[in-house]
T-cell receptor
């Protein structure tokens, strides 16, 4: 079974631009979560989607948004990029949003903002 | 969320068992203990999880104390490829059940 895939793997953007990252979950998984990892803050939860609805949101500004499609694929968008948005963005999928279902992570998208 | 406490780092000899401790003294009855590891710049890898009973899979064993206030991840025969940051996470239930709250983890270095 294929794992979680994320595209693109690497991205360089300029301050003020916007970016869209994509995540395809493991086949059959309907819940997708997004995380940001930086050297200073570590791994932080961004948001979670299930059945095309956002169920949970972390403590991030409104510039960070996401959505989920009917095939469970998800995208996240960051508008008006700042230097501090440079990070590894990770997507994780699970069968359903319950704490006894393990989450599997993708390889991440490395975003660099210059 | 119940917080976890892990040692920041530990060394282990190749071929020996690695025992990684984790304290979670405020864990609630419906909260699971999860272990993940992250090898440099890769996505975290799921290892194992449990609620009350000890668990074993092809990667590791998870020993949870009877009062559930602490647990130990055991890598039975550590290899150099097990060098990684290991995260112990207590995962709440309900609406927030799918959120993983990562702490600092334990940086494990397996030495030849």
């Amino acid at each position: 079974k294929a794992g979680v895939t994320q595209t693109p793997r690497y991205l360089i953007k300029t301050r003020g631009q916007q970016v869209t990252l994509s995540c395809s979950p493991i086949s059959g998984h309907r819940s997708v979560s997004w995380y940001q990892q930086t050297p200073g803050q570590g791994l932080q939860f961004l948001f979670e989607y299930f059945s095309e609805t956002q169920r949970n949101k972390g403590n991030f500004p409104g510039r960070f948004s996401g959505r989920q499609f009917s095939n469970s694929r998800s995208e996240m968008n960051v508008s008006t990029l700042e230097l501090g948005d440079s990070a590894l963005y990770l997507c994780a999928s699970s069968l359903e949003p319950a704490n006894h279902y393990e989450q599997y992570f993708g390889p991440g998208t490395r975003l660099t903002v210059t | 969320d119940a917080k976890t406490t892990q040692p920041p780092s530990m060394d282990c000899a190749e071929g020996r068992a690695a025992n990684l401790p984790c304290n979670h003294s405020t864990i609630s009855g419906n909260e699971y203990v999860y272990w993940y590891r992250q090898i440099h710049s890769q996505g975290p890898q799921y290892i194992i999880h449990g609620l009350k009973n000890n668990e074993t899979n092809e990667m590791a064993s998870l020993i949870i104390t009877e009062d559930r206030k602490s647990s130990t991840l055991i890598l039975p025969h550590a290899t150099l490829r097990d060098t990684a940051v290991y995260y112990c996470i207590v995962r709440v239930g309900g609406a927030a059940g799918n959120k993983l709250t990562f702490g600092g983890g334990t940086r494990v270095l397996v030495k030849p």
